[in-house]
């Protein structure tokens, strides 16, 4: 058992990243330990609570927003994978327009670099392609 501290160490998040998390149903907030007992009324965090807080870093890397997150979080209890799937699938559509984009980006600006290489004199082809927008 660990504080929200040692929770958001092993997350590798802030205190006040697990408490926004907390606010919007994510990771359960656990009823103060007794001050008479042991624990003196701090909250404790178990092996649970990191591996759901792991789940989202991870999920949010893969670009998940915060609400599919938690349905995929409520679908850990259920069977229903077909909708995990779905999700997942979505999430790939996205993740790949994306990338088309910024490879699309990355293809114009080598282009312009290519182009400023060439030209000593006149207007930089990069700043004037981005003066035009």
Same mark, same amino acid.
């Given at each position: ?8 160490? #092993?997350?590798?998040? +802030? ?10 149903? =994510?990771? %359960? $907030?656990?009823? &103060? ?25 991870? #999920?949010?890397?893969? +670009? ?10 409520? =679908?850990? %209890? $259920?069977?229903? &994978? ?9 999430q790939l ?14 293809? #114009? ?12 004199e006149g ?11």
């Open positions: 058992m660990t504080t929200i501290a040692g929770l958001a160490r #092993a997350g590798d998040v +802030g205190v006040e990243t697990v408490r926004f998390y907390q606010r919007r149903g =994510l990771i %359960a $907030t656990p009823a &103060r330990g007794s001050a008479s007992g042991l624990g003196g009324g701090v909250r404790r965090y178990g092996p649970e609570d990191i591996r759901q807080l792991r789940f989202i870093r991870s #999920a949010q890397a893969a +670009g998940f927003t915060l609400d599919q997150i938690g349905e995929l979080l409520a =679908l850990d %209890a $259920t069977t229903d &994978r077909e909708r995990a799937r779905a999700l997942a699938t979505e559509a996205v993740l790949d327009a994306r990338i088309a984009a910024l490879q699309t980006a990355r293809d #114009a600006l080598h282009r312009l670099s290519e182009a400023c290489s060439h030209q000593d207007p930089c082809p990069i700043i004037e392609a981005f003066d035009r927008r």
